[in-house]
């Protein structure tokens, strides 16, 4: 079990989506993290700060899973009013406010634009920039994110993430800017590459509020204590030359580990009134998924669905793994207009906690979906799954038979004996183990690994005899968003591929006995596997067609209601 229970959550704001974390009791006490981050760079804070208080961490818009706020421009004042908004839609009267950074700009000015809604803020690292400095900082800070085929926008990416703990700002790489602090380990430094790559390009709306901001001039606005604090080695240490009257600064400890019995102690000095209520139902988006976290022997699943799925069998979509159902977010949409769907994260992969003990395979990933489908009351359901997660969907139509009205297997990998035999030990060769390195390299073998995926077969044979036929399926874009997924939880990519090629796909097709329907696409990675898959269930309705997420909406409600008609 983990130690410290930190809870994810979804909430609905007017028409976008927040993401926030939650723990503990009591008064209520926010956390706004620091650009280009996400709340989970700040779970020791939470865990710290639940001993006294109820803890709500959003990821702000733009960042983590958030949406960006609906507007052309976005502002400080903006941000600090969309925290007003969600803080509504969770029914929570008045708070305390800690930020750090670029969540320090937006805790003062929460506090001062809504100062009854404010017991008290705790900035840490107030940013002060001249009028040549913000001019300078939006016109060379924040350079796009590109992805190139090469996969070098990801080293850019790690080396721009690790070269802000080197200097400051991160692109003056001189003597005189030559960071006062320690570079993080690899896993932080992973961590904030992940959270750069969720916010993408549009990293730079939300980063780019700071260097607009009003700055001190928010100061005079404020009606509700505030604290300035600065550390030894922050970049970002400044305190206002005049102090607001009940508003005072406060040197920190200048580390983590020191500071926050500090920060506890003086956030205990004005605390809120009232306490907050139970987390609310992440309420539905028009033409949206609803994203919701489920509890499963302790620990949480994320789960997507859209339409009613407890009115009629609804499709249950199983994603490839390593990877996450995100990356089916978008036909998911297509055929939940007219049909109820559901699809969720395996456990340790996405944004499902990985289950302590549990062994990544097919089997068992089969059994955690039927725990997530009884603990949301669906019975009877459709199956579809893509790639590696129709392995998964085989094995759950032969575990419940009777229950599975249909099943649709997009791209199966489907491998002969031989082939699982003799590829198993190439197949993960110079990949396995994955672990953050120094130099991020580790993000480039994935990205070649999957890259190569779409031009070699096997991937590890890169010969003339090897060459995949047709449209090779290595758009950069595309890649990106699967390596993004991929590397939420570098843990599970070596032991998915492993239980992948280890399970007998053809063996367990020869089983199932539902209706079947088998599509594959020209690009899709596992097309030259595709008539052995065929092979296994003869008598399966085979389906070519272009790899386009409205055309195989289509096919796949055709395909339902034939089969609903027929029963």
Known sequence: MMSVAIQKHFVTVKDRRVHYLRYGTGPVLVLLHASACSAKVMRDHIAHFGQKFTVIAPDTPGFGLSDLLPLESVTTEDLADGLADTLDALGIEQVAVYGRHTGAQIAVEFAARHPDRCAMALSDGFPIYTMQERERRLSTYLPPIVPSFDGSHLLWLWFRYREQHVFWPWNAQDAGHRADTDVPDLHFLHRGVVEMLEAGDGYRIGYATAYRHRGVDACADLTVPVCFAGRPGDSQ?????????????????????????VELEILSRHVPQGVAPIAPFCSDIPGRTTTQYIDIDGYQVLVRS??????????????????????????????????????????????????????????????????????????????????????????????????????????????????????????????????????????????????????????????????????????????????????????????????????????????????????????????????????????????????????????????????????
Not at 240 to 259: N, V
Request: aromatic share 6%; with cysteine.
């Open 306 to 567: 859209m339409g009613n799925i407890q009115q009629q069998p609804p499709l249950v979509l199983l994603h490839h793994a390593p990877g996450s159902s995100a990356l089916l977010d978008g036909m998911m949409c297509a055929v939940g207009q007219h049909h109820p769907v559901l699809a969720f994260d395996l456990p340790g992969h996405g944004e499902s906690n990985p289950i302590d003990g549990e062994i990544q395979n097919v089997g068992h990933w089969a059994q955690t979906s039927l725990k997530i489908l009884a603990a949301l009351e669906v019975d009877v359901f459709h199956l579809y799954g893509h790639n590696t997660g129709a392995m998964v969907a085989a094995e759950l139509a032969n575990l419940v038979s009777t229950r599975v009205k249909s099943l649709t297997l997009d791209g199966p990998l489907c491998l002969t004996p031989d082939q699982r035999t003799q590829w198993t030990p190439k197949w993960l060769e110079g990949v396995d183990p994955v672990a953050p390195t120094w130099d991020g390299t580790h993000l480039l073998r994935i990205w070649h690994m999957r890259r190569d995926m779409g031009l070699w077969w096997p991937w590890f044979e890169k010969t003339h005899a090897n060459q995949k036929t047709g449209a090779p399926h290595i758009d950069p874009q595309a890649l990106h968003l699967e390596v993004r997924e991929m590397v939420k939880q570098m843990s599970s990519f070596a032991p998915a591929w492993r239980a992948a090629l280890a399970y007998p796909m053809d063996e367990a097709l020869a089983k199932t006995h539902q209706a079947c329907l088998m599509m594959c696409a020209e690009k899709d990675l596992f097309q030259p596997c595709f008539e052995h898959a065929l092979s296994a269930r003869s008598d399966a309705k085979a389906l070519y067609l272009t790899d386009d997420e409205n055309s195989k909406a289509k096919a796949i409600l055709e395909f339902i209601q034939t089969q609903s008609a027929a029963h």
């Open 237 to 261: 240490g400044h305190t206002p030359q005049m102090m607001p009257e009940g508003s005072w600064t406060q040197a920190l400890p200048r580390h983590k580990q020191e500071s926050m019995p």
